[in-house]
C-alpha cells in the first residue's frame, strides 16, 4: 500500500505521489559527491543533465550542493548556497518537472525555498544537532514536502533496527508538527547508507513494509540505494557498475510499498519500475 499525496505548487507544478512510482533523478552540483562529483557543477552540464534525466523519465529533480559522502564534514551554509543558487535558479527557470533541494542546514533550505524549490530533501530527518528544530521551521514557513531520512552517528543499536527507525521517524514527526508543519509534507526515508552496516541495509530493504506507516498512519517512502557502498562492498563492485543492482534494489523496494526512487540512472532504472509498476498493477487488479 502507498500513500498517496496530491501537492500544486506556487508556480502552478504537480506532483502525485501514490498512483505510480516516481523517479527522483539525482543532480549533483557538487566536485567531491562519492559517485558524480565535479562532472555536473557548472551551468551548461546541469542543465543539460536535468534535460537528459526528465526525457529519460524523471519526475522530479534533486539538487544538492554538498556532499553526503561516508566521511564528509559539513561546510558552512554561506559556502553550500554560494554553489547552489546560482545553478538553482538556472534549473528552476528551465525544468519542467518539480525540483527537490537536499540540504540539512535550514538557512539553505529557506534561500532554496525563496528561490522557487518545490521540496526539501533533509538527510538528518529534521534532526540535524546544530540546528535543533530549525529545519522544521523553515518548511512550515514555506508550507514545503519534506523528505524525512533516518540517520544516526554509528552504527550501533539497541534492540531491533527497525523499531529504533519507526522511533525516530516518530520523534521527526513530533519536531515537525511542533514547528507547524502538516502530516501531509512528510515523506520518508529509510537512509539507506547512513548510519548502518551492508547488512543492516539489506535487513532494511528486506523489511521496508514495516515502515510504511509511522504513529499509525500511512505516509509515503522514499528509496535512496542508487550506486550505494552496501552494493559494491555486496558484490564487490565499483561505484560505475553497480546500476543492475540498484534496479534490483528499486524494485523490491517498490514490491515493498516505495512511492518514489531517488537514482543517478534514470532512463534504465525508470524502465525497470514501469514495468515492475505493470506487474503490480496486474496483480492488484486480478
Not at 540539512?104 to 528561490?115: D, Q, S
Amino acid at each position: 500500500m502507498r500513500a498517496k499525496r496530491q501537492y500544486v505548487f506556487a508556480d502552478g507544478k504537480r506532483l502525485t505521489l501514490g498512483e505510480r512510482t516516481l523517479i527522483m533523478g539525482i543532480l549533483n552540483i557538487t566536485p567531491d559527491s562519492f559517485s558524480d562529483g565535479g562532472k555536473f557543477n557548472n551551468r551548461d552540464a546541469a542543465l543539460r543533465h536535468m534535460e537528459e534525466m526528465v526525457t529519460a523519465g524523471a519526475d522530479i529533480i534533486d539538487v544538492g550542493a554538498e556532499s553526503s559522502r561516508p566521511g564528509f564534514k559539513p561546510m558552512p551554509a554561506q559556502e553550500e548556497m554560494d554553489r547552489l543558487l546560482p545553478l538553482l535558479e538556472e534549473i528552476l527557470r528551465h525544468c519542467p518537472v518539480p525540483v527537490s533541494v537536499d540540504t540539512f542546514k535550514a538557512e539553505t533550505a529557506r534561500a532554496a525555498a525563496r528561490c522557487g524549490a518545490h521540496i526539501l530533501n533533509d538527510i538528518w530527518g529534521l534532526q540535524y544537532a546544530e540546528e535543533p528544530g530549525a529545519m522544521a521551521k523553515a518548511a512550515a514557513e514555506f508550507n514545503l514536502p519534506v523528505v524525512v531520512m533516518h540517520n544516526q552517528q554509528g552504527t550501533n543499536y539497541d534492540g531491533d533496527i527497525i523499531a529504533a527507525m519507526q522511533n525516530f521517524f516518530q520523534e521527526s514527526l513530533h519536531i515537525g508538527l511542533a514547528a507547524g508543519m502538516k502530516k501531509e509534507q512528510f515523506i520518508f526515508d529509510p537512509g539507506i547508507g547512513f548510519g548502518k552496516t551492508a547488512e543492516q541495509n539489506v535487513e532494511v530493504l528486506r523489511r521496508q513494509e514495516e515502515l510504511l506507516q509511522v504513529a499509525g498512519e500511512e505516509y509515503p517512502l522514499l528509496l535512496a540505494a542508487s550506486r550505494k557502498s552496501f552494493i559494491g562492498k555486496t558484490l564487490n563492485l565499483p561505484v560505475e557498475e553497480r546500476m543492475e543492482a540498484t534496479g534490483a534494489a528499486c524494485v523490491v523496494g517498490i514490491t515493498k510499498g516505495a512511492g518514489i526512487v531517488r537514482v543517478h540512472d534514470v532512463a534504465p532504472i525508470a524502465r525497470m519500475c514501469r514495468m515492475t509498476d505493470v506487474i503490480l498493477r496486474s496483480g492488484e487488479n486480478g
